[in-house]
């Protein structure tokens, strides 16, 4: 019957296991959906996992590693079992959804995962037969060898057999949302004790945020019938609380929301699943939105979570925890099973039973392996007529695809096993504390020995447990607890007054009991598999196991059975685990100590993690103002750091070789032109400037003149290069700095760093103002010529404006600083506007270089005509280990100036010896031949490998105005070795190259101050 | 002689609005990045015809110009006309210095009851009114770029950036705008 | 994500707005192109990475842009205080510092194996 999408029977009130007048759904509204291609009818507000089970369904997955047939274990996020495919279409698709908490929403697709080709046949449940050979820590052993067969053979199909569910292909199309949010505060989990506490705090004024993971607030008053709250039922008051606290202003109230990290000094951060249980979205609103929430106090009532018990095949579906079944009877109105076993150590289970009973559930019997249960439920049992075995244990269970009975003994021996026929079991080991927050906010928990739990203790930071999670069970403690510390949260916050909440609250019983670990007939003797952790498939008898093989620490014991270690984290079976390995160890389990609880609570999208950060908001992408101008002459670009700089401006039947040597032939013949306005510039201004410029560059200021500027390099104090630029003195207190590219901001940072710290007295002071110009280069012969009619106020002539000048004036009308200064070797202007007018400023002299014939320019050309004169690009041709004599830079450095930065660095022994690697020209023997950037450089091709690598190649192009290669390159001693032939070693060839001067193309220098 | 350059603006054409949000692109303004030591301050206040702030956070107003401080020795002044603040710093006479970057930065106006909700997608400061008051400003981080923030109402703001970062500054500022009303 | 106190804002930040600047009280020497490869070794290279207090250099660099100094457990990751540039390294009680002992080190972690 594949593919058929057949409607299933009994589907009225959504599901044949709906009783009438249970439950706090609506009947009338309900949803459709598929699981595993078969249709379902639920009810809006259902889970899918309440809706599955209203239709019956138990059996949702098969484990990780045995295959074992599994079914819905709670009605929570602790869901080990009942990981789900939900999927919109294939974009919007999404694996290993707890089904006890995804809503059900019309027209839904869900699909079980870990089963093939099907979930009531699965060929991987051999493994369940072959168990023996799966025992805990078997990955370590058994694959170990041969070690190349571990990723050919083993890992894929280990991969294939034990993967969850399986990843999308396609891109997400849903959007997501992040957002900081400030309060007074935070109470994470609305239940009695979280609602109260938020009640008692937004009294006073205060900003709240409630959280709770839930679609309503209510927390354990969705199963727990037996509280009543000023007179109400507990679930009623919590509706009516929500109502109250969501009309005042100061509290925002976030539903579905889990606060899954708690980091330091009170950020926590909540994902709030907005449109998860919507049929048809809203495409514009985000499907998840990150809270990144800054609190001064925080309440934690994230409640507490009931473990079941440990025995023999207690992972047959229709077995489940106590509370789960009462959360599908009383709230979603759904029977778990017609004839429902209990078996328990743990009062609450009891009342799981008289629910069920009340609502025409046959119990059969509520087995509990104490010998005196609390007497007020025993006494509630008897009175009912519901048969209670005290001191007995289920010992087994039968049932291939849905549990069918279940084996009771008596704990104390002699007796033989009765086997009790039933379609469902309840169990309950009791109540493990939520200190899950708590711990993550660097608490240490502590062990309560007379309860059995671990309690939050020494708190780290300034936060408060209350409720179930501090082991408050009493709900009229719990309520003055809640007061108290939504009070106190305020007061510490800030606010104070208000009336005093008073809340009286009743509950229909005490609580005793509780176990942990594994119960009669799951001992050490027993061959049995006992499952602590569903979903890693981990039983009793494999922490026994590990810590056999010498695994002692708690630690070591979680990674060897992998225990705690599925997306559960362990919420079930932590506490299991910890107790059978302290019994085994024969030691007390507060000395075998808790593993360490690590964010998320529950698993996070990466979508909620990225919010808006992807596609065009990933990372700033910066453009320079004649961007568009550039754009419409057909530039490529490429990124350079953030930036988007013009690479070449291909014409048409152009390759980008092409392109570029016609750029570098046009502007050593006419003129080009090019965007510099990414370089860095910072404005220095101050009556101590060219003090300031003195102490950070090697170079001295202050025989600079007005109206002239100089090329600096800057030292780090360790003595390296770390950045260079032209400086234009604009006035005597004011120079107009600038520096490569990327090193804007750090270069901005270390001169602030200088300035602050340790030249504080100097009066100056430094503003970026690399975005307030727009600069257009124009460089070649031509370039006076086409900028002449163009500007104002400026003598450009060569007597009046010699190489390496600076005026202001105007240009096309508007303010610009002119320099005249060449990164080319050619007669050369760069042209600063306000950025603004950059693009009509371009465009102006786009005409005119046109009109000579002249062209525009990208960085490539820029980058080969340096290197045909032997400019250095810091952080290309430099790696930050080159001091200015390894560059040939030393006429730079002010031989009489006392200090700056990088003055005693740059003397330090190691920078001075003989040998250093320096910088080079090479030229290949066979002119025609392009070395590659980063190949190594050996002075004898045929040593023995390793070879002694002499240095690398730092810049290499094709030269069409030299006519040949071109290479720049550090080599060891390189200046010595002018003439000499060296080898550069490639994979398929050796090539020749001769040791050369850097500077390839017009050695006199004659052109610049054409 | 060419004619006379015109400016093109950063932002020209952007939209970006929810129900909640508008966002507009703020006009041309005159900008002045003002540095100088307490005692400048004085002079420097007449000379700019406002009280020039020396509190952490705070701004001062003068009909079409604000100074906002951004650091103990520095101020971002910003005149909606188009003014020769260069110059009107330099006829203080005091030391200090004074660097134009009207063109630096570009500014967004953000307006409407899910303002705060929109700048806070990006901006980790607490942005409740009792925290950054209306005048309140301060530079800090929006995503991964730099702003200067002025809180001009109580659901209003300004926001500064410079001008090869508007893009992104106003497109997340627009997700901001989407999720604030949702 | 950290909260830190800037002495020149005088609020608590994120500390997204901040750049650390390394260790604090390090003074350039006056002389610095005079001094011994061993000074110069002193003052630039070596740092004592102690576990614990440290005094180290902040920069709130996307906000007023001051550099400012700060004392900080290492251990808890805790500022215990901040103050200007140029402020005398300040006394701190010992109380300030923590006791804490629930970092993941290793030897927390996993140390208890035997």
Redesign the interface.
């Known amino acids: 019957m594949s593919g058929a999408h057949r409607t299933a029977n009994a589907a009225s009130m959504g599901g044949a296991n709906r009783l009438p007048g249970k439950g706090r759904l609506t009947p009338a509204r309900t949803a459709r959906f598929t699981f595993d291609g078969r249709t379902y009818q639920g009810l809006q507000g259902d889970t899918v996992a309440s809706a599955l089970i209203a239709n019956g369904v138990h059996l949702v997955g098969r484990s990780f590693k045995y295959h074992r047939p599994r079914g819905i274990v709670s009605a929570g996020p602790e869901e080990p079992n009942a990981l789900i495919d939900v999927m919109r279409d294939n974009a919007r698709r999404q694996p290993n959804v707890r089904a006890t908490v995804q809503e059900v929403f019309d027209g839904m697709t869900v699909a079980s995962q870990n089963r093939y080709p099907s979930l009531t046949f699965d060929v991987g449940g051999i493994n369940n037969i072959l168990a023996p050979f799966f025992a805990a820590g078997f990955y370590y052993k058994t694959f170990m060898w041969p070690k190349q067969a571990w990723k050919s053979i083993y890992e894929p199909r280990i991969r294939a057999a034990a993967g969850l569910g399986v990843s999308p292909t396609e891109d997400d199309t849903d959007a997501y949302a992040s957002r900081y949010a400030h309060c007074d505060v935070l109470v994470m989990g609305a239940g009695v004790a979280g609602l109260t506490a938020a009640l008692a705090a937004a009294g006073t004024g205060a900003r709240v945020i409630l959280c709770d993971e839930q679609p309503e607030v209510g927390g354990a008053l969705h199963h727990d019938t037996g509280v009543m709250i000023d007179g109400q039922n507990g679930y009623d008051w919590a509706q009516a609380a929500a109502r109250r606290l969501a009309a005042l202003d100061n509290v925002t109230l976030l539903t579905r929301t889990t606060a899954f990290g708690y980091y330091a000094q009170n950020f926590v951060a909540l994902a709030e699943r907005v449109t998860d249980h919507v049929s048809r979205p809203d495409r514009t609103a985000p499907r998840e939105r990150l809270w990144q929430v800054r609190a001064k106090r925080v309440v934690i009532a994230t409640g507490a979570i009931e473990r079941h018990m440990v025995f023999a095949n207690n992972d047959r579906p229709g077995i489940m925890l106590a509370s789960a079944a009462r959360t599908y009877l009383n709230h979603f109105g759904v029977a778990v099973g017609r004839k429902v076993g209990v078996y328990t150590a743990h009062d609450s289970a009891y009342e799981a039973a008289f629910d069920l009973h009340r609502a025409g559930i046959a119990i059969p019997a509520i087995v509990d392996c104490r010998e005196q249960p609390g007497s007020a439920v025993l006494a509630e049992a008897r009175a009912l007529g519901i048969e209670v075995l005290t001191g007995h244990a289920v010992t087994d269970t039968k049932g291939k695809l849905r549990v069918s009975a279940m084996s009771v003994r008596r704990v104390s021996g002699g007796s033989s096993a009765r086997s009790i026929a039933i379609d469902a079991l309840i169990t309950s080991s009791g109540w493990t504390p939520s200190v899950h927050m708590f711990s993550q906010s660097r608490g240490k928990v502590a062990f309560d020995a007379e309860t059995q739990r671990f309690l939050p203790g020494i708190y780290a930071q300034d936060c408060i447990s209350i409720g179930a999670c501090n082991g408050t069970t009493d709900i009229a403690a719990t309520l003055g607890e809640a007061v108290d510390a939504g009070e106190l949260a305020a007061q510490a916050a800030g606010f104070a007054g208000g009336a005093r909440l008073d809340l009286a609250g009743t509950q229909a019983f005490a609580w005793t009991g509780g176990m942990a670990g594994a119960a009669y007939g799951a001992g050490p003797e027993d061959d049995v598999k006992a499952f602590i952790d569903f979903q890693n498939d981990v039983c009793a008898k494999d922490i026994r196991l590990a810590v056999r093989e010498g695994m002692h620490s708690i630690e070591h014991i979680k990674r060897f059975t992998t225990n705690g270690m599925a997306t559960d984290q362990g919420k079930l079976s932590n506490i299991h685990g910890l107790a059978i390995a302290a019994e085994t160890l024969g030691r007390g389990i507060p000395e075998v100590g808790l593993t360490t609880f690590r964010a998320p609570y529950t698993p996070v999208t990466f979508g909620t993690l990225i919010g808006h950060s992807r596609g065009d908001l990933f990372d700033p992408t910066r453009k320079t103002s004649m961007h568009e101008a550039e754009e419409a002459m057909g530039a490529a670009f490429e990124d350079v750091g953030q930036w988007k700089r013009a690479w070449y401006y291909p014409r048409p039947g152009e390759d980008m070789h092409a392109a570029v040597n016609r750029e570098c032939r046009t502007v050593r013949q006419t003129v080009g032109m090019f965007d510099a306005s990414t370089l860095g510039k910072i404005e220095v201004v101050g009556p101590d400037a060219a003090a300031f410029l003195n102490l950070i560059y090697t170079n001295s200021w202050d025989t600079l003149k007005p109206g002239r500027c100089r090329y600096g390099i800057m030292l780090r104090e360790d003595g390296f290069i770390y950045d260079d630029g032209v400086v234009g003195r604009m006035a005597e207190d004011r120079f107009h700095v600038t520096t490569t590219t990327g090193g804007a901001a750090r270069v901005m940072h270390h001169m602030e760093d200088y300035l602050q710290t340790e030249f504080p007295h100097l009066n100056v002071w430094l503003t970026s103002a690399t975005e307030q110009w727009a600069v257009i280069a124009l460089q070649g012969p031509k370039a006076r010529e086409i900028i002449a009619p163009l500007v104002e106020g400026i003598d450009i002539s060569n007597e009046a404006f010699p190489h390496m000048s600076v005026a202001e004036g105007r240009i096309c009308g508007v303010p610009t600083r002119l320099f005249r200064m060449s990164f080319t070797g050619e007669l050369g202007f760069e042209v600063n506007v306000p950025a603004d007018f950059g693009p009509d400023v371009w465009n102006a002299i786009r005409a005119r270089v046109e009109a000579v014939d002249g062209c525009a320019y990208g960085t490539e050309t820029m980058h080969i005509l340096r290197a045909e004169k032997g400019y250095i690009i810091v952080g290309q041709d430099t790696d930050g280990t080159l001091t200015p004599d390894d560059a040939s830079l030393s006429w730079a450095v002010g031989k009489k100036k006392a200090d700056f930065v990088g003055i005693r660095g740059m003397k330090r022994p190691d920078l001075v010896r003989d040998g250093r690697k320096q910088l080079v020209g090479l030229l290949t023997k066979d002119p025609n031949v392009v070395l590659e950037e980063g190949a190594q450089i050996v002075a004898d091709p045929n040593q023995p490998k390793p070879m002694t690598m002499l240095g690398h190649v730092t810049s290499a192009y094709w030269s069409e105005n030299c006519g040949r290669s071109i290479a720049l390159a550090v080599v060891a001693g390189g200046k010595a070795r002018l003439g000499q032939t060296l080898y550069v070693p490639m994979a398929d060839r050796t090539i020749a190259v001769e040791v050369s001067d850097m500077v390839f193309f017009d050695k006199e220098g004659g052109r610049i101050h054409g | ?10 932002l020209r054409g952007f939209h970006g609005s929810s129900a909640t949000v508008r966002l507009t692109p703020a006009p ?1 303004a005159s900008r002045l ?1 003002l ?1 100088a030591r307490p005692e400048a301050v004085e002079a420097l206040s007449t000379a700019l015809g406002l009280s020039l702030p020396t509190r ?2 705070t701004s001062a107003t003068n009909a079409a110009r604000h100074a906002l401080w ?5 101020w971002l002044v910003i005149d909606a006309l188009d003014t020769d603040l260069l110059g009107m710093a330099a006829a203080a006479g005091v ?1 200090h ?9 570009t500014a967004i106006l953000v307006d409407g009851p899910g303002a705060a ?1 929109a700048i ?9 009114l009792k ?1 950054f008051p209306v005048g309140g400003c ?4 929006f ?4 702003i200067v923030l002025l809180r001009t109402g109580e659901t209003a703001f300004r926001v500064e950036c ?4 508007a ?3 106003s ?2 500022l627009a ?2 705008a ?2 604030a009303s ?1 | 994500m950290l909260l830190i106190h800037c002495p020149y804002c005088e609020e608590e930040r994120s500390e997204l707005e901040f750049r650390a600047a390394g260790d604090a009280h390090i003074a350039r020497p006056e002389n610095i192109a005079a001094i011994s490869d061993e000074d110069f070794e002193a003052y630039f290279f070596l740092r004592d990475n102690p576990k614990g207090l440290i005094f180290e250099r902040w920069r709130h660099v996307a906000g007023c842009g001051r550099f400012f100094n700060a004392a900080r457990d290492t251990v808890s990751d805790r500022f215990l205080k901040t103050y200007k540039a140029g402020e005398p390294k300040p006394q701190l009680p010992i109380a300030a510092m923590t006791d804490e002992t629930v970092v993941e080190t290793y030897e927390a972690t996993e140390g208890r194996a035997e």
């Not at chain 2, 951004?70 to 520095?74: M, V």
């Not at chain 2, 301060?138 to 981080?141: A, D, K, N, Q, W």
Request: proline content about 10%; overall charge neutral.
């Open positions: 002689m060419a004619d006379l350059a015109t400016r093109t603006l950063p041309p990045s540095r952490p956070k951004l650091g103990p020795d520095e030391l210095s004074a660097t134009d970057i009207s063109h630096r930065n909700a806070n997608v990006g901006c980790p400061q607490d942005l409740s925290a301060s530079r800090t981080v995503g991964k770029a730099e410079w001008r090869s970062f893009p992104y500054v497109g997340l997700a901001g989407v999720d949702h």
